[in-house]
T-cell receptor
Framework: AQSVTQPDIHITVSEGASLELRCNYS??????LFWYVQSPGQGLQLLLK??????LVQGIKGFEAEFKRSQSSFNLRKPSVHWSDAAEYFC??????????FGKGTRLHILP | ETGVTQTPRHLVMGMTNKKSLKCEQH?????MYWYKQSAKKPLELMFV???????ENNSVPSRFSPECPNSSHLFLHLHTLQPEDSALYLC????????????????FGPGTRLTVL
């Protein structure tokens, strides 16, 4: 069955530092992969997506993610975080049909 | 209005009340979703509709009753809820246009914060 694992529940980084959020998926075929961000009390906003082609995907707000088939991973990165990046981040995989399976999320905290 | 809108944004109801949540998407998508997001649980898919037909019911209790009159509108009718049903209810829409027919990205509304007393 399809699944998504985000091993880190909380991550704390200093403002200006680099960031990497981990995501591993389980899916039998070529996956459709997504990263979403959620600010407190708000809905989820799509940061980036991977369907096919170049394995390094650029998204909004300076984020990027790299699809690594051999590692079943789709880690999210940002070279320099800003205080406004503090939020919860969800990795997701297209599960066939209309469904998307979401990970449990990683809450990002930013130190001034 | 653009994107996905949800009303009301906040709702407080007693266990014997009947209320409805409304979702509207202005994106021309064919699929719509209800999710429940609780404080200590991951995002839970509740229902999926595609072209007004329900394609997924994720073992949701019957006190939650969805309605999809057209591809742009989705309702969640609530009755005799329990305190543990208090959560953020998120609506989303998508267009299944990926090459192999898989799910496209979902666009979310801001959610309805529901409190059941």
């Amino acid at each position: 069955a399809q699944s998504v694992t985000q091993p880190d529940i909380h991550i704390t980084v200093s403002e200006g530092a680099s960031l990497e959020l981990r995501c591993n998926y389980s899916y039998g075929a070529t996956p459709y992969l997504f990263w979403y961000v959620q600010s407190p009390g708000q809905g989820l906003q799509l940061l980036l997506k991977y369907f096919s082609g170049d394995t390094l995907v650029q998204g909004i707000k300076g984020f990027e993610a790299e699809f690594k088939r051999s590692q079943s991973s789709f880690n999210l990165r940002k070279p320099s975080v800003h205080w406004s990046d503090a939020a919860e981040y969800f990795c997701a995989v297209g599960a066939g049909g209309d469904k998307i399976i979401f990970g449990k999320g990683t809450r990002l905290h930013i130190l001034p | 209005e653009t994107g996905v809108t949800q009303t009301p944004r906040h709702l407080v109801m007693g266990m014997t009340n009947k209320k409805s949540l409304k979702c509207e998407q202005h994106l021309g998508h064919n699929a719509m979703y209800w999710y429940k997001q609780s404080a200590k649980k991951p995002l839970e898919l509740m229902f999926v509709y595609n072209f007004k037909e329900q394609t997924e019911n994720n073992s949701v209790p019957s006190r939650f009753s969805p309605e999809c009159p057209n591809s742009s509108h989705l309702f969640l009718h609530l009755h005799t809820l329990q305190p543990e049903d208090s959560a953020l209810y998120l609506c989303a829409s998508s267009q299944t246009t990926t090459p192999s027919g898989g799910a496209g990205e979902q666009f979310f509304g801001p959610g309805t914060r529901l409190t059941v007393l």
